[in-house]
């Protein structure tokens, strides 16, 4: 599946709009406090056990998009936009992720009226 920030994809033509799609991962309290306990990771103010976190997190929340603009026969995410949101005491933060189910002309998915 095609996934773009644009709101086109050049040389393809969109056949028909399916829908807005999202997609979310909430990071727990808990990950903050493995995170923080392996500071020893940290080499020139960057934690790769941070950054592996919010890597997982985001491919998590753009594979559910994913699922759910193939559920609606979309071949391609146009229009794509990726939020990161820490909220309440304990840490948590949200990746969260949304964008355009489209069906591009010349693939996979059915037409609907």
């Not at 086109?8 to 979310?24: F, Q, W």
């Not at 940290?42 to 790769?48: A, D, E, N, P, Q």
């Not at 840490?91 to 059915?110: F, P, Q, R």
């Amino acid at each position: 599946m095609l996934i773009t920030t644009t709101p086109t994809i050049e040389g393809r033509k969109i056949l028909h709009y399916r829908g807005l799609v999202t997609g979310e991962t909430i990071i727990g309290a808990n990950i903050f406090r493995d995170i923080l306990a392996s500071i020893t990771d940290v080499i020139g103010g960057r934690s790769k056990a941070y950054e592996d976190a919010l890597m997982t997190a985001r491919d998590n929340a753009i594979e559910e998009m994913k699922n759910r603009a193939t559920l609606m026969q979309a071949n391609a995410i146009v229009g794509v936009d990726l939020d990161y949101e820490v909220f309440g005491e304990g840490g948590m933060m949200m990746v969260s992720v949304s964008g355009t189910a489209v069906l591009l002309e010349g693939g996979t998915g059915v037409p609907l009226a």
